[in-house]
């Protein structure tokens, strides 16, 4: 089975850049769908963006369009998260999840956590 590891969390400011890394071991099948979720302090989770394995097409959450990028690096089997003018409001532990769906995932990584502040 797969197993996930999110790296590259920190303390920032607002407006300021912070690239995610998400390095999975184990096979990740043309059906693979790579995810971002975050999770603010005292909320639920929610979706952030998400890359299918078998073509790259990414797909993000109205909120983070236009600032986010999601990219891959197939020889390393990593996923990243490049985010750009980041906001306070965006304070979260971030997470990288994998399954077969856009926003939807059955594997998990540990998190990592993203500080922004004002």
């Known amino acids: 089975q797969v197993q996930l590891v999110e790296s590259g969390g920190g303390l920032v400011q607002a407006g300021d850049s912070l690239r995610l890394s998400c390095a999975a071991s184990g096979r990740l099948y043309s059906s693979s769908v790579m995810n971002w979720f975050r999770q603010p302090p005292g909320r639920e989770r929610e979706f952030v963006a998400a890359?299918?394995?078998?073509?790259?097409?990414?797909y993000y959450a109205d909120s983070v369009k236009g600032r986010f990028s999601m990219s891959r690096d197939n020889a390393k089997n990593t996923v990243y998260l490049e985010m750009n003018n980041l906001e306070p409001e965006e304070t979260a532990v971030y997470f990288c999840?994998?399954?077969?769906?856009?926003?939807?995932?059955?594997?998990w990584g540990q998190g990592t956590q993203v500080t922004v502040s004002s």
């Open positions: 999840g994998s399954g077969i769906n856009i926003g939807e995932a059955n594997v």
């Open positions: 890359l299918r394995w078998s073509n790259g097409r990414t």
